[in-house]
């Protein structure tokens, strides 16, 4: 029994967790940088409302975590340029070394 449960921890911590939500939001990518003291992944944060175009105290933050490489240069020129951006992300239960947010939200696709 008790290999059961290790082999069920393991196999946890090295794959992440179930999905637990998906969604879309809408603002402005305002830090994209890549993080960790032993992986490194890249962290991203996103200002959704605000007083002026997600500008101002209002605004409330959105942090993700950008996996897939390939989607890091399109996230990084939308950064320089401060548009409006979509994103499409998932959310699991948890991801352990997967990323440095606490809110374990992983970007899947980004639109302009």
């Not at 940088?33 to 992944?41: I, K, V």
């Not at 605004?59 to 897939?68: I, K, Y």
Request: aromatic share 8%; hydrophobic share 40%.
């Amino acid at each position: 029994m008790k290999k059961i449960i290790l082999l069920l921890a393991l196999s946890l911590a090295l794959t992440g967790c179930k999905e637990v939500a998906k969604g879309e939001k809408i603002g402005i990518i305002v830090k994209c940088a890549e993080e960790g003291f032993f992986f490194n992944t890249y962290e991203c944060e996103m200002i959704r409302g605000g007083l002026n175009s997600a500008s101002g105290t209002l605004g409330q933050s959105f942090h993700f975590t950008v996996e897939n490489r390939e989607l890091i240069p399109v996230v990084n020129k939308l950064l320089e340029d401060q548009k409006e951006v979509k994103i499409k992300y998932h959310k699991e239960f948890a991801t352990l070394w997967r990323t440095e947010t606490n809110d374990n939200s992983f970007l899947d696709s980004i639109d302009s």
